[in-house]
């Protein structure tokens, strides 16, 4: 069994449901501080965080990741127990064992057999981990960002351990991702008998027309790197429960998943012109979960493609497609952000699982990442 795996292992084991840490970091911080890292312990409101790095050079390369996990969903459907790493046919299964357990571990693994190799490598490398990045995303890497501005200490190269593949290891690399601004809609009708609408104000009914408007609209056609701007329902409420009453309230929560032809004003003036267009009365609340961000082809993401070649004879896919990711925070500092992790298809779903071939590779391919930048 390899190291990677068995830190793997030994990460999964640890309920680190957001935004509890359960000791991951501390797992990770004596490892690299074995290393020769110098070790930041960053705890904002509740969340763990950590900063390590060894070296005062540039350029800076930093491992990005998160330690905690989406919860489990219903028990009774796992196979196994979510927070015991489950060996079947050839699958490690757990919570986090894809999304990012492994991609962590293979992180640490790499590093030490790269300071191993090579002690007195050029630049520096760095770590920046958090407990909240599958949560609120408030207390975790965008504080650790404000922190490492606020003293002028940059990244030049951050490798994303998100879970970017898609049937094998390495064959997509995520070079940026979609913006991502949500609304709480609040829809004010009159609340009356169904037998007598004309004293009432249904807000179902108000609302539909403007509804779908919003879902047909074509909002943009992307752009060479990214997918079209797109709307979604993901929450919709009205009525008291009883069959009679029309209700005097509707809510919903929308979000819009968008390019950069798009822009946070616009599309909150577009969505606002419509409702109004339809005579909605309504209140509305917008939340901006990140921009979206883009690294152009450049020495990192040529050092990953040239890194996953040497290993698996294939050139990988770029992409911006998905959902959001902490690379938001970082991209702004004016580092190259890239994601390279195992395959996602299990990713917040029960028996969550990863390939263990998986976990040896995405350590090769750290290793060699490391060793095109940093030798």
């Avoid at 975790?140 to 351990?161: F, M, Q, S």
């Avoid at 979960?289 to 152009?296: I, K, L, R, V």
């Avoid at 959001?324 to 996602?344: C, H, K, W, Y």
Wanted: net charge negative.
């Amino acid at each position: 069994m390899s190291d990677t795996l068995k830190l793997t292992m030994d990460l999964i084991g640890r309920n680190s449901v957001t935004p509890v840490d359960a000791g991951c970091q501390e797992i990770m911080c004596a490892r690299l501080a074995a290393a020769g890292f110098h070790i930041e312990r960053l705890r904002y409101g509740n969340v763990d965080n950590f900063w390590a790095k060894r070296g005062t050079a540039g350029p800076v390369l930093c491992f990005a990741g998160h330690t905690d996990v989406v919860p489990t969903g219903p028990l009774e459907e796992w196979r196994s127990n979510p927070f015991v790493p489950t060996f079947r046919d050839g699958v490690l299964y757990g919570r986090g064992a894809a999304d990012m357990k492994s991609g962590l571990a293979a992180m640490i693994t790499a590093t030490e057999a790269f300071v191993r190799e090579h002690p007195r490598h050029l630049g520096s490398l760095a770590f920046l981990i958090t407990s909240d990045e599958e949560g609120p995303s408030i207390d975790g890497t965008k504080r650790v960002v404000e922190t490492l501005n606020a003293r002028n200490e940059p990244i030049d190269y951050c490798v994303v351990g998100e879970p970017s593949s898609e049937y094998t290891v390495g064959d997509t690399i995520k070079i940026g991702r979609r913006g991502s601004i949500s609304g709480r809609l609040t829809v004010h009708g009159v609340q009356g008998h169904v037998a007598y609408p004309q004293s009432a104000e249904n807000p179902v009914h108000v609302l539909a027309p403007a509804l779908a408007e919003l879902t047909a609209r074509q909002w943009d056609q992307g752009n060479e790197f990214f997918q079209p701007t797109s709307f979604q329902i993901s929450n919709l409420n009205a009525g008291t429960g009883a069959p009679n009453v029309i209700p005097g309230e509707l809510k919903a929560r929308f979000n819009l998943r968008y390019s950069p032809v798009q822009n946070l004003d616009s599309l909150k003036q577009t969505v606002e012109g419509i409702l109004n267009k339809h005579a909605v009365r309504y209140t509305l609340e917008w939340y901006v979960s990140g921009e979206p961000f883009y690294t152009a082809p450049g020495t990192l993401s040529a050092a990953a493609v040239a890194a996953i070649f040497e290993v698996t004879g294939c050139e990988p896919k770029l992409s911006t497609s998905g959902g959001t990711s902490d690379g938001r925070f970082i991209a702004p500092m004016g580092a190259q952000v890239v994601e390279l992790g195992v395959t996602n298809a299990t990713i917040h779903k029960v028996n969550e699982g990863v390939r263990v071939e998986e976990i040896e590779l995405l350590h090769r391919l750290y290793l060699g990442l490391l060793k095109k930048i940093l030798v």
